[in-house]
């Protein structure tokens, strides 16, 4: 979606998609200790996941998504709609668990216009530095 924008080179560094669980742990670095403990699906997870893409991508502010956009229950049971995404800021978590009930790429789509709301309001909020990386 960002990529979508002319210029935003200037301030968008990349990222990092790691669907399988395999990914997560061994090129983003979430703690397998925590997946097996919370599952993938958890706050945790998508806490990690945003605090370790800050630090591989050396940016300013970095959001991770995590959850079960169906068509099944995922592992633990959790249930399809269920996400959370995460936002790194400022050594700040900002981490919100929705529960959304429509069909699969409205989940996804959804979840990113979510996620930048959030980091809109955030940066609003907290903005020191006009020059930001994410």
Do not use: W
């Not at 990914?23 to 670095?29: D, P, S, Y």
């Amino acid at each position: 979606t960002l990529t979508s924008i002319s210029g935003v080179s200037k301030i968008f560094k990349g990222s990092i998609v790691s669907y399988s669980t395999l990914i997560k742990e061994n090129v983003v670095g979430v703690k397998h200790e925590t997946i097996e403990k919370e599952t993938v699906v958890s706050s945790l997870v998508a806490e990690e996941m945003a605090l370790q893409g800050c630090k591989i991508l050396d940016t300013d502010i970095t959001v991770s998504f995590t959850g079960n956009a169906g068509p099944t229950v995922c592992e633990g049971d959790k249930e399809v709609g269920l996400i959370y995404i995460s936002i790194y800021f400022e050594k700040n978590f900002y981490t919100e668990e929705y529960r959304l009930n429509i069909d699969r790429n409205a989940i996804r789509e959804t979840a990113v216009d979510i996620a930048l709301k959030n980091i809109l309001k955030i940066l609003e909020k907290n903005l020191k530095n006009p020059h930001l990386c994410i």
